[in-house]
């Protein structure tokens, strides 16, 4: 069974501009989360999506970021304008659902922003 | 802000020795899980606890539950090389749809 695919796997880019980060996730299933890491930190919960509809994205700074799962499928995670300290790994997770089910990660994408 | 607080921040064993470290969360619980993240394999689930389970085990590992102290534990019997990894609870509420709040984790390392 292929894992959760993501892409790219490392990004540099300057203060200002913007970045996109894509996710494929395990098929079938339906329930999808994009976490933030900090260096030294555990991932934090940015968006969680069921399906193609926003279930959670109550830590989403949407001043800059946004993310859409237009078929239920893959996903796109965007960041415009980039700050400094959005330099973070951004790792996508699936899961079949519900509360007792183990969420699978992808590799991530370590962002740099300079 | 992170619901889970791991102890220690960091663990240095021997092979062959036992591994062990808590977790502490504030909130009720429908669930706690243990992920392990290494730069090889990412972030990957080792075991769930539902909250009315106090203790489980799979294969080397063991994880306590005490709701009453909202804390866990997890155990790594005969550590190997291959265990060094930073270990992360995780706690589910309920109602959450699934959502994961982990802690700041423990890094493990096992010294051949």
Redesign the interface.
Known sequence: EAGVAQSPRYKIIEKRQSVAFWCNPISGHATLYWYQQILGQGPKLLIQFQNNGVVDDSQLPKDRFSAERLKGVDSTLKIQPAKLEDSAVYLCASTGGGSYNEQFFGPGTRLTVL | S?Q?EEDPQALSIQEGENATMNCSYKTSI??L?WYRQNSGR????LI?I?SNEREKHSGRLRVTLDTSKKSSSLLITASRAADTASY?C?T?E?D??????????TQVVVTP
């Open positions: 992170q889970g429908n669930n899980q990412g972030l990957v689930h769930l539902r992360f995780a589910v309920a959450s749809w699934g959502k994961l709040q982990f802690g700041a984790g």
